[in-house]
């Protein structure tokens, strides 16, 4: 096998078994038994379980913020267009620690806390670079900060649902009321110039 094929399998097994298990209950041994390679092989592509998943995150990220950006209606206005974009961010980060780490290991581990925290910077900014390569938007350095505090503020609103909820169905009440009560005046602050 060739080492992106070796990568692309572990990657799968990984996210098979992130899924079914949870990120918590998956052992580095697990993966490798389901990508048919050596424990040893893992560690001569990935640092740690928590590099492969590193990985797979910023690969599903990658191919959902260019599927996010570019999907808007081209008659959408501005305000539209970052509600929506906002929006659908959150829905990610939603699936992301929903199906990928899990609730529980999120709210009980301090390492799952750091993680998220710097997966969401990576987010934050491959967001912002992608939607400084739109056309038609303004992209002068006081919009792109307004931009930017849309995003962070958005992002740790939603985050904090991860880490207060106590059931799915609280993240899920808290993601519909951030949609209909905050995120309008998030986005009206960002465009007002």
Known sequence: ??????KD???????????????????????????KIAKATIYKYFDSKEAVLHSLLMDYIRVSVDELINTDSPDMDEEAH????????SRLSYTVCNEFIGWDFIRESTNSQEFLKNLSNELEELLIASFAQLGGIRKHESYMQRLRFLIKCSKSIVFSFAFTSVSDSDVRKNFVSFQKEILPYLVKAAITI
């Open 82 to 89: 970052l509600s929506n974009l906002i929006i659908k961010t």
């Open 1 to 6: 096998m060739e080492a992106d094929k070796i």
């Open 9 to 35: 399998s572990i990657k799968r097994a990984a996210q098979d078994l992130f899924r079914k298990f949870g990120y918590h209950k998956t052992s580095v041994n697990e993966i490798a038994k389901r990508a």
